[in-house]
T-cell receptor, first 111, second 114 residues
């Protein structure tokens, strides 16, 4: 199936640093969704974006829906140890039930 | 509270055995999905169902089977034909009419072949 290009694949940072990750696609999407997966658990929705250019925050997290509708980024500010996990981007064209998603960014935060 | 429940959390299977993973949701979602997750490979779609009594193969359906007799339930059977079944399995559901609101995921089942 189709996948998004998500980068970086992994990141090792120190506590307190800011983090940025992004997803790009050759397809246009109506919706971008960012999920976080804790080790051994299922992904949980962090932020949903529904409009090109939209910038949305959820605490220390900020995500943007690219103007071209083919990309999105997620920023985490002042990282803490509990930010550790895999972050996935999901794109939806809205016309079917299936989401397209990236392979994930594995984030490790060193205390 | 509404949610999606997978059981068991951990499952061990002997080679040659079939095992069934349970997935139940009380979110009144029409669509349900099964994904397999291996390290470094992201999520791969096994099967999905948009309505009761109907389901479609995903990208890696070989060696797996599903049923959708009730809206709330979408069990996955890993058959002996699946050559490398050790993985983390995730079930998800979504609302009717598209996936713009995203999926709700279960907490996963880790299957190990011993």
């Amino acid at each position: 199936g189709q996948q998004l290009n998500q980068s970086p694949q992994s990141m090792f940072i120190q506590e307190g640093e800011d983090v940025s990750m992004n997803c790009t696609s050759s397809s246009i999407f109506n919706t971008w969704l960012w999920y976080k997966q804790d080790p051994g658990e299922g992904p949980v929705l962090l932020i949903a974006l529904y409009k090109a250019g939209e910038l949305t925050s959820n605490g220390r997290l900020t995500a943007q829906f690219g103007i071209t509708r083919k990309d999105s980024f997620l920023n985490i500010s002042a990282s803490i140890p509990s930010d550790v996990g895999i972050y996935f981007c999901f794109g939806s064209g809205g016309s079917n039930y299936k989401l397209t998603f990236g392979k994930g960014t594995l984030l490790t935060v060193n205390p | 509270d509404g949610g999606i429940t997978q059981s068991p959390k951990y499952l061990f299977r002997k080679e040659g055995q079939n095992v069934t993973l349970s997935c139940e949701q009380n979110l009144n979602h029409d669509a349900m999905y099964w994904y397999r997750q291996d390290p470094g490979q992201g999520l791969r779609l096994i099967y999905y169902s948009q309505i009761v009594n109907d389901f479609q193969k995903g990208d890696i359906a070989e060696g797996y089977s599903v049923s959708r007799e009730k809206k709330e339930s979408f069990p996955l059977t890993v058959t002996s034909a699946q050559k490398n079944p050790t993985a983390f399995y995730l079930c998800a559901s979504s609302v009717t009419g598209g996936s713009n609101y995203g999926y709700t995921f279960g907490s996963g089942t880790r299957l190990t072949v011993v």
